[in-house]
């Protein structure tokens, strides 16, 4: 155990470093699996009761396994709002003993699809307690989703690695500046504030930047011309849809676009970047028109996508290697009375009569007490593909200057950062957001400074990847 500084908040496990060999083949393999929950389940993304009354497109979660000599290492991207601990760590340990994974080498990452299950948290305990209170029982919760889940999961990884093969890899980023926004505004009058609404007066101007860089990495059989597979990563927050139908939202649509060049057997493995402060609303512009549709967003998007592909770099010296550490930051503290006026105001989340801010502050201090402890263990994944691309994994909603931190300060030439893996500790804003206040600092759930310390060792494991590559190539 190594102490990075004198404070709480520090580092503490390193748990592993292994590499392929550039000599050996790079393998990779995806595997699909269906993770709609049965109809009628209550479905997460807003403060109320929402349940579904049906399927527009069906919930997918899409594992990638890849392996180079003896490493071998895996992620898998589910459309679903967050993943939480629980089913990470069962998926993953259970995925261990029956595809030889090491545990620390699978990553479980959420689109963030607002259309999907609401299965754990504080929200889901409460409209659960509420109705067994009431009935006695839960009509919404007849099946075990988050134990079928984690066997879903497991499937997926496990389809994944009996389809690996060889394969060549080619990545880069395709620009596409027209689809996010920057939530988050300074105002004329008072604070910054989140969604101000189209053609609010006092804006003055957006309170961070977006992320224009779509991370691409394709996966192409030796014997083959087109990929068969590719991961594109994009930092816009998957809330285009709304409603009661379960739905992957705008990536289905990427999927669709791509399939029209590579066929219907291709598989785009969305992921989403660091767009915790990010959404598809233009406020320059009046509703309905500053408010793109999903269909027009993973359209366009998958457009950019496709254009993009043909032209990306081949991937020379693949070396799989993973790294990973846990970040343990203190969590936000309340007083006993704090507490209990949450305990209060929870019974009215979903009442308009109590104030939003109000509504969301004892949500986040019901999910404080339900997750319990002072700290948390934020886990912090690397995985290196090749001297020139690497992939990092965080937890939470991160706001996205913490992903263009990393990217900028990345040795690898194309990085992807992805948010909402393994675990959902609520949003992780900036120290800067923090100061700012707003809703995303009010649903957040972790320090100030927690979200920089995740970029410090994400940016630490990198450059230790990056130093063994060269050792490597020696
Ligand atoms: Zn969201």
Redesign the pocket.
């Known amino acids: 155990m190594r102490r990075l500084c004198p404070c709480l908040m520090l580092m503490c496990l390193v748990l592993s470093a292994t590499a392929g060999r550039a000599e050996e083949p790079f393998e990779s393999g995806v595997g699909v699996v269906d993770i709609t929950p049965v109809s009628g389940y209550r479905m997460s ?1 807003y403060f109320s009761e929402r349940l579904n009354t049906g399927t527009i497109d069906p919930l997918l979660a899409k594992a990638v396994v890849m392996r180079q000599g003896d490493t071998q290492a895996a992620l898998v991207f589910c459309d679903i ?1 967050a993943v939480s601990l629980d089913v990470s760590q069962r998926a993953r340990e259970q995925a261990q003993q029956v595809t030889g994974i090491p545990s620390e080498h699978i990553a479980i990452a959420a689109t ?1 699809s ?1 259309t999907g299950p609401l299965y754990f948290g504080a929200l889901r305990q409460h409209f659960h307690d509420r109705l067994m209170a009431e009935k006695g029982l839960d009509p919404h919760e007849v099946t075990d989703y988050p134990t079928e889940l984690v066997g879903r999961l497991v499937r997926a990884l496990m389809i994944a690695q009996q389809n690996l093969q060889s394969v060549t890899l080619r990545a880069g980023y395709a620009h596409e500046d027209r689809l996010s926004f920057n939530r988050r505004f300074h105002m004329k009058t008072g604070p910054v504030r989140f969604n101000p609404g189209h053609l609010n007066p006092n804006i003055v101007r957006a309170a961070g930047p977006i992320d224009p860089e779509v991370g691409l990495i394709t996966f192409t059989s030796e014997s083959g011309a087109n990929p068969q597979a590719a991961i594109v990563a994009f930092a816009l ?3 285009t849809l709304g409603g009661s139908l379960y739905s992957a939202d705008y990536p289905r649509y990427v999927e669709e676009v791509l399939r029209e060049s590579y066929g219907d057997e291709f598989v785009s493995l969305f992921v989403a970047g660091t767009c ?1 402060d990010i959404n598809h609303v233009d406020v320059t512009k009046p509703h309905p028109e500053g408010r793109r549709k999903t269909h027009e967003i993973g359209t366009m998007l998958g457009q950019t996508v496709s254009d993009e592909l043909p032209k990306l770099d081949s991937v020379t010296k693949p070396a799989l290697a993973v790294e990973q550490v846990i970040v343990e930051v203190d969590l936000q503290q309340y007083t006993d009375a704090e507490i209990e006026q949450a305990h209060a105001n929870m019974a009215r989340v979903d009442d308009s009569g109590l104030a939003f801010l109000e509504r969301v502050k004892a949500y986040k201090i019901m999910a404080l007490q339900l997750r319990g402890g002072d700290t948390i263990g934020l886990e912090v994944q690397a995985f290196r593909l090749s001297d020139d691309v690497a992939i990092v994994t965080l937890p939470g ?1 991160v706001f996205v200057d913490l992903g263009l931190a990393i990217k900028q300060a990345s040795p690898f030439e194309t990085t992807i950062v992805i948010e909402l893996t393994n675990d959902a500790p609520g949003y992780i804003p900036t120290r800067k957001a923090f100061a700012e206040g707003s809703y995303e600092t009010v649903n957040s759930r972790v320090a100030p400074g927690s979200g920089e310390l995740m970029v410090e060792q994400a940016i630490r494991l990198l450059n230790e990847l990056a130093m063994q590559g060269d050792k490597d190539g020696e």
């Open positions: 993304g709002s963030h607002h927050h998957l809330d915790g909603e």
